[in-house]
Every structure is written in C-alpha cells, then in structure tokens.
C-alpha cells in the first residue's frame, strides 16, 4: 500500500472523528444548559420528588414533617445532582438527535425506518417507569421503612411548648424517632425512578433484538424460566428489602416480557411477508422456526 492509499484511507476516518466531537461537543452543551435551567428550580423539583415520603410521615401520624441536613454543603450539592438528572432528562432529546444524525448516514433506509420509532419509544417508557416509581413504588417503600418508626411520639413531643422539642413523652425508656436526611431519603427516590426507568426499556432492547436477528420469539418463550429468576433477582437487588415492591416490579418487568415477545413476534412476521412478497421464501416457507399462530 502506498502513502497515498494510507492518506486517502486516513481522510474519512478524521471526517467521522471530527463528526463525532461536534456531535459531542453540542450534546454536552445541551446538558449544560438543561443543567443550569433546573438547578434554578431545583428546590421546586426536590419539594415534589420528596412528596412521597411526606405523605407517609402524614399518613403515619406527623402533622409537620421536616427534613433536615447535616453539612453545610449537604443541600447544595443534593440540588447539584438533581440538576444533573434534571439536565439529562431535559437534554435527552438533543443528545438522542445528534446520535441519530451521527449514525443515520451510514444506515440504508429501511434500517433508518426501524431505527427511529425506538429512539422516540426510549425516553417515552422511560417516564413511563419513572412516573410509575414515583407515584406507586416509593410511597408504598416509604411506609414500609417508615411504618417502624415512633411517629406519633414525635409529634407528641413536638405539639409541646410551641414546636420545640422537649423532653420525651414516655416516662422511661427512649423514644426513637425519624430524623430524615434531605440526601438519603432523595436517593432512595432517585434510585427508584432510575430502577424502573431502565427496567421499562426493556421491550425496546428486546425488539431491537429481535429486528436484528439476535433474539426470536420462540428463543424469548423458551427462556421464560431463566426470565423469571432474572428478574427476580434484578427486583431483589434495586428495590427496598419488602415483599410488596418486589412483587409490584417483578408482575412489571415480567408483564414487559411477555410484551417484548409479541412485538419479536410481529417483527418476525412483518419479515416474513417481505421475504414471501419479493419471492424469497414460497408461501408455505416461514423463516422462523416455533412462530406460533397466536403470537402473529
């Protein structure tokens, strides 16, 4: 090979490199930028994300529930980081439109085709699974967690000479009470939400899977057992240790497996009409072996 094949080989691959560092660097700014527009609201944001254990403390007999930190800078860099997920989620957007225009060029047209629906479909199931933690699966944490803790007795002691808190309402022994930290009780909200964000991309993977031909729907149905312990353990591993929030996100995640197969199976099927129109396989030919006619 000559130095001119080397140079002329070379050109391309710096085009896609300095493609790839605009892109980059764009996307990082749209971060920034949805970055710096929720760390101005980002007490607003961090009042709703802790909704779920107020209400608990409501629920379980505190009239006023009050957080508090115990750094100086503690509450600073809790609205830090929920201006960095707050950012991200703002960006996603242009972070997911300037992948698209990165890797579009090198796609034919029918992959291009299949390819955009589930960039759109991503971040759609990901609020999907994160308003679903936030609504359903970290008030029912919340009062488990909380269910253990003396509430009432803290509010007796509180109600007492005029907010202060004084001595404690029982003659002996020692009242323990829930003195939240604004960081911890947000971290258990946030790794929720991300839990059940990431879980519902499932049917997206796996139907990407299945239009790339690295999962069929026949594989999906014969590994229905391994699913079931997979996910069980994935529900064991991100959610609090209660019996009620790992059932709610393994009848999920499971329920989004069966999805996941049906959409295999359509992808599989929609395949085969294409390959039977252009007379690559005859009519009586199907492509994929164990296609169930009630999965079509």
């Known amino acids: 090979m000559s130095d001119s094949d080397i140079e002329d080989s070379s ?3 710096i085009e896609h490199l300095a493609e790839l560092r605009t892109r ?4 990082a700014l749209a971060f920034i930028v949805g970055m710096v ?5 980002a007490s607003p944001i961090l009042d709703f994300l802790l909704v779920p254990i107020e209400k608990s403390m409501r629920a379980l007999g505190n009239p006023n529930p009050v957080m508090q930190y115990t750094a100086p800078q503690e509450y600073f860099f809790t609205l830090i980081r929920i201006s960095m997920v707050g950012g991200l989620a703002i960006s996603f957007p242009v972070i997911a439109y300037q992948l698209w225009r990165f890797v579009a060029p090198g796609l034919y047209r029918n992959e291009k085709n299949a390819f955009l629906p589930f960039l759109i479909a991503s971040p759609l199931l990901f609020l ?7 609504y359903v699966v970290v008030p029912l944490a919340m009062t488990f967690f909380l269910g253990f803790a003396d509430l009432p007795s803290f509010v ?10 004084v001595a404690a ?8 009470v829930f003195n939240g930290k604004v960081n911890e009780s947000l971290d258990i909200t946030l790794k929720m939400i991300v839990a059940f964000g990431i879980c519902f991309q499932l049917p997206v993977l796996l139907t990407l899977m299945g239009k790339a031909g690295l999962a069929t729907a026949a594989g999906l149905r014969g590994t229905r057992k391994y699913a079931v312990v997979g996910i069980l353990t994935v529900a064991a591993l991100v959610t609090p240790p209660d019996v009620t929030t790992q059932l709610i996100l393994f009848i999920v995640v499971y329920g989004l497996y069966e999805i996941s197969i049906f959409l295999v199976a359509h992808v ?8 039977r ?4 396989l005859d009519e009586d030919e199907d492509l994929y072996s164990g296609f169930d006619d009630d999965d079509k």
Do not use: Q, Y
């Not at 309402?169 to 323990?176: C, K, P, Q, Y």
């Not at 129109?277 to 690559?280: D, I, L, Q």
């Open 169 to 176: 309402t029982s003659d002996t022994g020692i009242d323990i």
């Open 277 to 280: 129109a252009a007379g690559v």
């Open 24 to 27: 980059i660097i764009r996307a």
């Open 268 to 275: 599989e099927k929609k395949r085969t009409e294409e390959l």
């Open 11 to 13: 050109a391309p691959l």
């Open 128 to 134: 999907a699974g994160a308003a679903f933690a936030h």
């Open 156 to 165: 007796g002691a509180l109600v007492a000479n005029g907010g202060d808190v």
């Open 37 to 41: 527009i929720c760390f101005t609201v």
